[in-house]
């Protein structure tokens, strides 16, 4: 015989109590977790440095957009608030609104993790896909993993990055832009 120590979230159904206790676990969702999707993509073509999750690669041209075009955190400030069911970064800075010419993500970021917590969300993790032919996000990663964690207050650690390219096949396989896909864990903050 052997004692192991149990989880109060591991429900057993024994009696009628224990019943209604999941009858309310299930109508709550089952979890207080959300996942969400972010994806961006911008050609190239702008006459400023390159911004990517953050970090200036200023040895490439940059992207066209109405902010500072970084495919990374535009990805993933997407995935937060589809996680946090608070539409999307077009809804929270509009590319027609003069105000947001030429800003950079990084506050942008800042702001939609104030509007997550706000919303009492906690961002448990992340993790992006770059898709590009260039540059070669690799040397770079730590550098950006750190700069996204900083916009959300997380660890580093907390950031998973990866970028891959498109062997040549289609615009961004041309080297005609990049784009990024995110993903986005959020947990129910305990009130």
Same mark, same amino acid.
């Given at each position: 015989?052997?004692?192991?120590?149990?989880?109060?979230?591991?429900?057993?159904?024994?009696?009628?109590?224990?019943?209604?206790?999941?009858?309310?676990?299930?109508?709550?969702?089952?979890?207080?977790?959300?996942?969400?999707?972010?994806?961006?993509?911008?050609?190239?073509?702008?006459?400023?440095?390159?911004?990517?999750? =953050?970090? @200036?690669?200023? *040895?490439? !041209?940059?992207?066209? /957009?109405?902010?500072? %075009?970084?495919?990374?955190?535009?990805? #993933?400030?997407?995935?937060?608030?589809?996680?946090?069911?608070?539409?999307?970064?077009?809804?929270?800075?509009?590319?027609?609104?003069?105000?947001?010419? =030429?800003? @950079?993500?990084? *506050?942008? !970021?800042?702001?939609? /993790?104030?509007?997550? %917590?706000?919303?009492?969300?906690?961002? #448990?993790?992340?993790?992006?896909?770059?898709?590009?032919?260039?540059?070669?996000?690799?040397?770079?990663?730590?550098?950006?993993?750190?700069?996204?964690?900083?916009?959300?207050?997380?660890?580093?650690?907390?950031?998973?990055?990866?970028?891959?390219?498109?062997?040549?096949?289609?615009?961004?396989?041309?080297?005609?832009?990049?784009?990024?896909?995110?993903?986005?864990?959020?947990?129910?903050?305990?009130?």
């Amino acid at each position: 015989v052997k004692v192991v120590a149990g989880d109060p979230g591991n429900l057993k159904i024994t009696n009628a109590e224990d019943l209604d206790r999941a009858r309310q676990v299930l109508e709550k969702g089952g979890s207080d977790m959300r996942i969400g999707s972010g994806f961006d993509v911008h050609r190239f073509g702008a006459d400023r440095a390159l911004v990517l999750g =953050g970090v @200036a690669f200023p *040895d490439h !041209a940059g992207l066209q /957009g109405h902010s500072d %075009a970084d495919v990374v955190l535009h990805a #993933v400030m997407d995935a937060l608030l589809g996680a946090a069911s608070l539409g999307d970064i077009g809804v929270h800075f509009p590319p027609d609104d003069p105000r947001f010419a =030429g800003a @950079a993500s990084t *506050d942008l !970021a800042v702001e939609v /993790g104030r509007l997550v %917590a706000e919303a009492g969300w906690d961002v #448990v993790n992340i993790d992006a896909t770059v898709l590009a032919e260039r540059p070669r996000i690799g040397p770079r990663s730590a550098e950006m993993r750190a700069s996204i964690a900083s916009c959300f207050g997380l660890s580093p650690e907390r950031v998973g990055l990866k970028a891959t390219t498109l062997e040549g096949l289609g615009a961004l396989g041309r080297a005609e832009g990049i784009a990024c896909q995110a993903v986005a864990l959020l947990k129910a903050r305990t009130r």
